[in-house]
């Protein structure tokens, strides 16, 4: 379908026949895919095999029959052609166009349109799914509204990050500033998912609504992956298997949540691995600090993996000297000065970026 839907982005060849079509207050149906099995299908019509145009596209959609475009819809293979599907195929059109179309698109892996008159809508069937377009101009107001409640969102994460850090150095986390970042960053990263179709059927009309949503989105995958790494309890068992709950696991765990569940924090706590005692909003939780040490500069993720799991906690790293620091396998002592160089310059940064 993504496929299909960029074929008929607006200001495509194809849109714009598609459009023609629809102001000429006609209907047609429309195969995108000229191969073995679609011809077997195709019985009468036209051998037509002329180039593409929107103009071609609208006179030859006065003729009754299914027009039968290649693969990349840049040739018009036939036209005015009956298609004949198995019609013990299921379908929950009603008008014979609909129907057929559906029909054809259960039965062969291709997009199929159908154009209605009567309702002057557009729709695009491939497999079990179908979809209608819509305007470019609503879709541009439904992504321009997105925008608008994913930029509070992101305000909330980013105050949220800030006063985790704070509050990450001076040992008073609670699970609820754990929430306050992992709420929102999911949001966003869901409303940005579900506006993947949106994008592709704007084309290239999209594209500068897409940088702003980039935008939005910048940072929030990993700051969001470190802070499931920091909070989750390894050692807590997954369903009947067995296995150890991973940050991957977590992560799907918490997809799986509606938005009323990943409010309720005991809910996202379960899907860290926590218990209801430490779920609860106002329960103390301590990280293990890897979000603050990949903030390091230049600092290799391998070193940083071997000395959380070395101290087991962001207060003993902070607290270990450097002579600790370089007990850690490969971490050595111009390593160890600049993690606690590195903390100590967050730590005044954070403290300014929260209290300016």
Known sequence: MADALALVAPGRPLRQGLERVLLAKRGALIVIGDDAPVLSICTGGFLIDAEYSPQRLTELAKLDGAIILSADSGRIARANVHLMPDPSVPTSETGTRHRTAERVARSIDVPVISVSAAMSVITIYRGEHRHVLQAAGRLHDTVSQALQALQRFRQRFDLGVTALSALELEDS?????VAAVLQPGEILLRVA????????ELGEEGRLLQLQLDELLYGVEPVRSHVVRDYLRPDTRQGDTGHCLGPAAAVEAMAQLSTEELLDTRRLGAALGLGPAHSEADASVEPRGYRLLYRLPRFPEALVDRIVEHFAGLQKIMRAS?????EVDGVGESRA?????GLSRLAEATILDRYS
């Open 337 to 341: 000065r600049s993690v606690k160089d």
């Open 193 to 200: 998912r579900d506006l993947e179709p949106v994008f592709i």
């Open 322 to 326: 450097v002579r600790d620091l370089e």
């Open 173 to 177: 986390v609670t699970f609820g500033d």
